[in-house]
Every structure is written in C-alpha cells, then in structure tokens.
T-cell receptor, first 109, second 114 residues
Framework: GQNIDQPTEMTATEGAIVQINCTYQTSGFNGLFWYQQHAGEAPTFLSYNVLDGLEEKGRFSSFLSRSKGYSYLLLKELQMKDSASYLCAVKESNYQLIWGAGTKLIIKP | ETGVTQTPRHLVMGMTNKKSLKCEQHLGHNAMYWYKQSAKKPLELMFVYNFKEQTENNSVPSRFSPECPNSSHLFLHLHTLQPEDSALYLC?????????????FGPGTRLTVL
C-alpha cells in the first residue's frame, strides 16, 4: 500500500543544522516534493527531486535515493523563521501526490 | 501571496446548512485541486480538475460537491456536513498534472461544523 513516513516533531537550535527524513512506499514514482507550511498558512514549495542525489538551494538541500525509498531535507544555519511544518510528498505513477503527515520543526534560541 | 486566493478564510456552519467555498487562481494554470487537512494527518486529495474537467474524485462523500466553471475558479459546495468534516480545506493549482508540476496553495478555509 501507499505510505509516507516522517517524524512527527523535531527540535533544533538556532544556527545549527537539522535533517528531516522521509521514507516512502508508493505505487510507482514520478518525483518527490518538499513543502514548508507555517502555522495557519499555505504550504509553499521548497524542492523537487526525481533523480538520485543531492539538490542544493541556498540553506536548504534535498536528497533522494530511489532504491531505498528515502529522502531527506537538510536545513543549515537555522533561523527562528524556519520553525514550521515540513511536508514530504511523492508523485505516484498516476501523477497523484501522496503526502506525509508532516514534521513540525521547533527552533530554539 | 501565492497567486491563489480562497474565501472565506473561516467558516462555522451547522449540520443542516449549505455553504460554498471559493478558490481563484491568478497564475494561468490549467489544473486545480481541493485538499482536506486535518490535524496531524496527511493532506487528503479530494478532487482534481484539469482544463475544467474533473479527473479525480477520491471517494469523497456526496455532501461535498465541486464545481469548476473555468480554469481560474473552483468551488466546493457543502451540505449536511458532519462534525468530523471540520478541517482546513486547501485549494491548489498547477500548470498541469504531469511529472514536475509544483502546486501552489491558497491560504485555506478553516471549517468548523457544529
């Protein structure tokens, strides 16, 4: 069946680095997305991976291993504004997006 | 501002009421989506429209009725809802529905059913 797992909550310190993991079991694979959602706001796009490897975009990087059904989002030089939920989503072979429940990231000074 | 607007932002309704949620996108996209987001649960895809045609209906109860009059507007008509339907309803749009089609989300309508 379809399943996307990510930790429910993580805590990190301002200025540090945090890695949010996502594992998936889906019907086919047409790419993996990471979105950020601040409380009470719309999810916003962060990254897209369809090939294995690391995609770097400023302070944020996303990694994919299709053979392992695994991805992570790496956030560097954490800022207080990075406190949010981070959603992992996989596009299946029918092009539907399957979503994880999200990881709530708490940044402490 | 993502280019996707939703009204109302908050809605409280009784189980016998009829109401509608509205979504509008100003991005020139061809695909629009309705999602339900409940606390600590994954986003649930409800409906997908591509070029005004409904392409997905993920076993959504008939008390939710979508309408897509054109590629820029999407409605969700609600009637005889249940308290468990209380959630955040998100609208999204994308250029198409293929591989890489980033979805742009509206701010959502927080629905409470009494």
């Amino acid at each position: 069946g379809q399943n996307i797992d990510q930790p429910t909550e993580m805590t990190a310190t301002e200025g540090a680095i945090v890695q949010i993991n996502c594992t998936y079991q889906t019907s086919g694979f047409n790419g993996l997305f990471w979105y950020q959602q601040h409380a009470g706001e719309a999810p916003t796009f962060l990254s897209y991976n369809v090939l294995d490897g690391l995609e770097e975009k400023g302070r944020f990087s996303s990694f994919l291993s299709r053979s392992k059904g695994y991805s992570y989002l790496l956030l560097k030089e954490l800022q207080m504004k990075d406190s949010a939920s981070y959603l992992c989503a996989v596009k299946e072979s029918n092009y539907q997006l399957i979503w994880g429940a999200g990881t709530k990231l708490i940044i402490k000074p | 501002e993502t280019g996707v607007t939703q009204t109302p932002r908050h809605l409280v309704m009784g189980m016998t009421n009829k109401k509608s949620l509205k979504c509008e996108q100003h991005l020139g996209h061809n695909a629009m989506y309705w999602y339900k987001q409940s606390a600590k649960k994954p986003l649930e895809l409800m409906f997908v429209y591509n070029f005004k045609e409904q392409t997905e209906n993920n076993s959504v109860p008939s008390r939710f009725s979508p309408e897509c009059p054109n590629s820029s507007h999407l409605f969700l008509h609600l009637h005889t809802l249940q308290p468990e339907d209380s959630a955040l309803y998100l609208c999204a749009s994308s250029h198409g529905t293929g591989d890489y089609n980033e979805q742009f989300f509206g701010p959502g309508t927080r629905l409470t059913v009494l």
